[in-house]
């Protein structure tokens, strides 16, 4: 059967590739859907992955309901080189004035931006095998995973939320937002609520969190207070 079905999309459906993607049929809608997942052990060590910090502008609040209209990531490799993804999406619909207050994109920027659907797999290819984080990760992890299921996805993959971090590594801090973890060490935004520049700055947050010995920060096992449950 496997020679017959070898160049076909069902090759892939019965035969699934075992190194970390495959395809799927879901049961509620019969549509095949691409598996994409990373599962390091949990005694990996974490210095030993690269570290994927990335943040999302969004048209709103519902990841249902909004869109993704901006991603910004840099990947920190385990030998301190490091790579960008920043991208503008456009959503295909008119935004808010108040977003554009916030963010400062215009919907001039994003006409004729590409959509979601066409920058989806550059950014989960960006990501691969690598261990995910953002300031609120259960808000970008929201929209990651909505837009996922929207385009043919379903997304398992292990993400560390700083503000989680700051909760429990830094209790007393009046407040846990980026702004005021950036003033605490003395950090600059090159752009706030854009994505890339708030993704700076929560890469450095992260570094100096895992510099403290408050608390095990090793193997991927000793971030379970700071993850986001998928």
Partial sequence: MSGQLGYTMFQRVFFPDRSGEDLTVTSDNLLLQRVVRFS???QQRVSDLPLVVFDFETTGLDSKQDRIIEIGAIRINPDGTTSEYSTLIDPGFEISDSITKITG?????????????????????????????????????????????????????????????ARILMPDLPSKNLDTLAQTFDLRFESR?????????????LKRFLKMDKVPMTVLADFGAFSVIP
Avoid at 137 to 143: G, L, N, V
Avoid at 193 to 205: F, L, N, P, Q, Y
């Fill in 40 to 42: 390091p052990k949990p």
């Fill in 105 to 165: 994109i215009t919907m001039d920027e994003l006409r004729g931006a590409p959509s979601l659907q066409e920058r989806l797999p550059e950014f989960l290819e960006f990501i691969k095998g690598g261990l995910l984080a953002a300031h609120n990760a259960e808000f970008d992890m929201s929209f990651l995973n909505a837009a996922c299921s929207r385009y043919g996805y379903q997304l398992h993959w292990p993400c560390i939320c700083t503000l989680k971090m």
């Fill in 193 to 205: 609520h854009r994505s890339i520049g708030d993704v700076k700055v929560t890469a450095e947050v």
